[in-house]
């Protein structure tokens, strides 16, 4: 089924107001029930910004709960916050593992770097690397009104630099804290020349905590291909996304829920992993403006290359 979307703004740099083209597929689910400097710190944004309510499809599409093994769930441990292990080195057929991190200690592994300032488009927007805190085995990018910044909303947001491929698999356990309307919490990967699009939100709330959306951003005129899932944001989930020269696969607890199988639209660039919140206050949007402070707590992430 074809469905447009609402377009986008971009969020790096000064902003530049991107119109997106009319070209999405609303993939089937199988089994499912109901920036530029390598700096410490990145002032631009990666990820772009729904200037309107993004039109969903008619139904979205109910995911099960449940862990299931068929990709990167990983294994059973009750003493990771989230009661799992990330996968192992070996635990993606055709894959190898790549780079893994449960956030140990309490500051960030090396190659992981922060957002800083206000994203393009976005005014109302800030980020702060005190606002990406590690502790207790997992990483929290954090939205509340912060003393230091006038009591404006803030976020966290970064970006794994120290890794970039073309084709691979990635996971992220996550989960969101909080109640009511949130930030934009999103896991994504961006093209590592920073040259947009291509871009793969492969988890992205909307300010939501009982819906995800994917989306693949691609072609010159930025061109989006997306599809949401009904699901509790709340709990702890590990969010994957298979990338090929031929498909992207959606993965939620090990079980596919969306599929881009137009090989035209597939990235074939190298790309880096990305997470990020986003407020939306003064964006000119409906959504993405908090009331109450919420994080995104990050238990672990894995990534994989082909073999």
């Not at 980020?127 to 009104?145: C, N, P, R």
């Amino acid at each position: 089924m074809r469905r447009s979307k609402a377009p986008y703004k971009a969020r790096r740099g000064v902003g530049t107001t991107v119109v997106a083209a009319i070209a999405v597929a609303c993939g089937g689910v199988a089994v499912l029930a109901p920036t530029t400097s390598l700096a410490t710190t990145l002032v631009s944004a990666h990820h772009r910004l729904h200037t309107t309510t993004p039109t969903t499809t008619p139904t979205t599409t109910p995911v099960a709960t449940g862990p299931s093994t068929t990709y990167g769930t990983g294994t059973a441990d009750s003493s990771q916050p989230s009661g799992m292990d990330p996968p192992g080195a070996n635990a993606l057929a055709g894959y190898t593992q790549t780079y893994v991190t449960d956030f140990p200690g309490t500051s960030l592994p090396a190659g992981w770097y922060t957002y800083s300032g206000t994203p393009g488009g976005d005014p109302g927007a800030l980020w702060a690397s005190s606002h990406d805190v590690v502790g207790g085995g997992m990483l929290q990018l954090e939205t509340y009104q912060d003393p230091a910044y006038n009591n404006q909303w803030v976020s966290g947001g970064l970006k794994m630099s120290g890794i970039s491929q073309i084709y691979g698999a990635y996971f992220v356990r996550s989960r969101v804290v909080g109640t009511g309307t949130g930030p934009d919490d999103v896991a994504l990967l961006w093209p590592a020349n920073n040259s947009w699009p291509p871009e793969v939100d492969f988890n992205e709330t909307l300010g939501s905590d009982t819906s995800s959306t994917a989306t693949l951003h691609y072609g010159s005129t930025n061109n989006m291909d997306y599809r949401t899932a009904s699901i509790d944001m709340t709990q702890w989930h590990t969010w994957g996304v298979i990338w090929t020269p031929t498909s992207i696969t959606y993965t939620v607890d090990g079980v596919v829920w969306g599929t881009v199988a137009v090989a035209s639209e597939i990235p074939n660039t190298p790309m880096t992993l990305d997470l990020q919140q986003q407020t939306m206050c003064d964006a000119g949007v409906n959504w993405g403006c908090p009331t109450t402070p919420q994080s995104m707590d990050v238990n672990w992430v894995a990534e994989y290359a082909p073999n």
